[in-house]
């Protein structure tokens, strides 16, 4: 039914273990101290396809400005050049008013599905306000241009680590988070296995000074603690105790906002450490009956520009990135006319190479 990973270094992965970190399962508990957001499900089998489906674009009606039909009126149907292609063509109204209405309450979202978000399509998007959707086709768009999401899209992805053919219901849904400008040098993963919290670690790998300061690593490291004895731990209320939890620390460092749950897992991304570290930190927890384990966990951070793990000036998701050309394209243009334009160069591209 279920899968233990090397040697008990990850806990029983099993379907109902990893619906636990589906987003509208854990937020109702974390809300007040989450940021707000809604959730909009059922989807329909036709927003899953148009995700699945070939090409960038946006559905018909989703975008603020009126789109154009690229057919014309005397088209009767006859001959075609031998290079057209029939394209799809997607529209959800119905999803767009419910979007619509949730940016009037919020002014402006960040757009996820069930566990994953876009950030590797930051690039769609303007990059003074990255990730910040203000219409149905900026959510689109940003879903549509990731690779990310697409984990969550079929059952199979989801449920990769469990070994059993007893597969659970799944849903698609639609997470529209309430966007602001986010201080990256204050985000923190933490660790949390056999309900002990083994391990922080700095979220962004970029070097930022005051992280060296051994003082504000006492007070992040008293923070986190604290966040987790407090709040985490009374609310998690799955049977495994074995999570991952991603933090945004308020600017005095004092106290901090949720901003997402992680199953302990071999999919999420252990940072600063590895599986194994974090598994010898509970080993020297579980042999020491001694302790009350009421502990500081070990804080990692980028010490130096010069540390291994370091990406100062690299992009991030650099490999998810858009070629030059579509930044050239998209310059002066609205999503819609990017759209179009975009596809139009990519058949005219086909066309020189036959």
């Given at each position: 039914?279920?899968?233990?990973?090397?040697?008990?270094?990850?806990?029983?992965?099993?379907?109902?273990?990893?619906?636990?970190?589906?987003?509208?399962?854990?937020?109702?508990?974390?809300?007040?101290?989450?940021?707000?957001?809604?959730?909009?499900?059922?989807?329909?089998?036709?927003?899953?396809?148009?995700?699945?489906?070939?090409?960038?674009?946006?559905?018909?009606?989703?975008?603020?400005?009126?789109?154009?039909?690229?057919?014309?009126?005397?088209?009767?149907?006859?001959?075609?050049?031998?290079?057209?292609?029939?394209e799809e063509h997607f529209s959800f109204p119905e999803l767009d008013?419910?979007?619509?209405?949730?940016?009037?309450?919020?002014?402006?979202?960040?757009?996820?599905?069930?566990?994953?978000?876009?950030?590797?399509?930051?690039?769609?998007?303007?990059?003074?306000?990255?990730?910040?959707?203000?219409?149905?086709?900026?959510?689109?768009?940003?879903?549509?241009?990731?690779?990310?999401?697409?984990?969550?899209?079929?059952?199979?992805?989801?449920?990769?680590?469990?070994?059993?053919?007893?597969?659970?219901?799944?849903?698609?849904?639609?997470?529209?988070?309430?966007?602001?400008?986010?201080?990256?040098?204050?985000?923190?993963?933490?660790?949390?296995?056999n309900d002990i919290l083994v391990g922080i670690s700095q979220r962004?790998?970029?070097?930022?000074?005051?992280?060296?300061?051994?003082?504000?690593?006492?007070?992040?490291?008293?923070?986190?603690?604290?966040?987790?004895?407090?709040?985490?731990?009374?609310?998690?209320?799955?049977?495994?105790?074995?999570?991952?939890?991603?933090?945004?620390?308020?600017?005095?460092?004092?106290?901090?906002?949720?901003?997402?749950?992680?199953?302990?897992?071999?999919?999420?991304?252990?940072?600063?450490?590895?599986?194994?570290?974090?598994?010898?930190?509970?080993?020297?927890?579980?042999?020491?009956?001694?302790?009350?384990?009421?502990?500081?966990?070990?804080?990692?951070?980028?010490?130096?520009?010069?540390?291994?793990?370091?990406?100062?000036?690299?992009?991030?998701?650099?490999?998810?990135?858009?070629?030059?050309?579509?930044?050239?394209?998209?310059?002066?243009?609205?999503?819609?006319?990017?759209?179009?334009?975009?596809?139009?160069?990519?058949?005219?591209?086909?066309?020189?190479?036959?």
């Amino acid at each position: 039914m279920s899968v233990v990973n090397n040697d008990g270094i990850f806990p029983l992965l099993t379907p109902d273990y990893i619906l636990a970190f589906q987003f509208s399962n854990w937020y109702p508990s974390f809300a007040r101290v989450s940021p707000k957001s809604a959730i909009i499900r059922p989807l329909g089998k036709d927003f899953k396809h148009y995700l699945e489906s070939d090409s960038i674009f946006v559905p018909e009606g989703s975008e603020d400005v009126a789109v154009e039909s690229t057919i014309s009126d005397d088209d009767d149907g006859g001959e075609h050049d031998d290079t057209t292609t029939t394209e799809e063509h997607f529209s959800f109204p119905e999803l767009d008013e419910r979007i619509r209405s949730v940016i009037r309450e919020y002014k402006a979202v960040f757009p996820k599905l069930n566990f994953s978000s876009p950030k590797d399509a930051s690039w769609v998007l303007p990059a003074s306000s990255p990730l910040r959707c203000t219409s149905p086709a900026d959510v689109y768009l940003l879903l549509k241009s990731s690779d990310f999401i697409t984990h969550d899209l079929t059952i199979e992805s989801v449920f990769v680590d469990c070994k059993t053919d007893d597969l659970p219901n799944y849903e698609l849904e639609l997470v529209l988070r309430k966007w602001y400008p986010v201080d990256h040098s204050r985000e923190v993963r933490c660790f949390v296995r056999n309900d002990i919290l083994v391990g922080i670690s700095q979220r962004d790998t970029n070097f930022y000074d005051f992280m060296i300061n051994l003082e504000i690593q006492r007070t992040i490291r008293t923070t986190v603690y604290n966040l987790w004895e407090e709040i985490v731990r009374p609310n998690w209320t799955f049977s495994q105790k074995d999570y991952v939890i991603d933090l945004l620390l308020t600017r005095d460092l004092s106290s901090g906002h949720i901003i997402d749950l992680n199953p302990y897992a071999p999919c999420t991304d252990p940072l600063l450490f590895t599986y194994e570290e974090l598994h010898e930190v509970l080993s020297k927890a579980n042999q020491d009956t001694t302790a009350s384990w009421t502990f500081l966990p070990e804080l990692r951070v980028i010490d130096s520009p010069l540390h291994p793990a370091a990406t100062l000036n690299i992009p991030a998701y650099r490999h998810n990135r858009v070629p030059i050309e579509a930044l050239t394209l998209s310059e002066g243009r609205n999503i819609v006319e990017f759209s179009e334009v975009w596809q139009q160069e990519v058949a005219r591209a086909v066309r020189e190479d036959n």
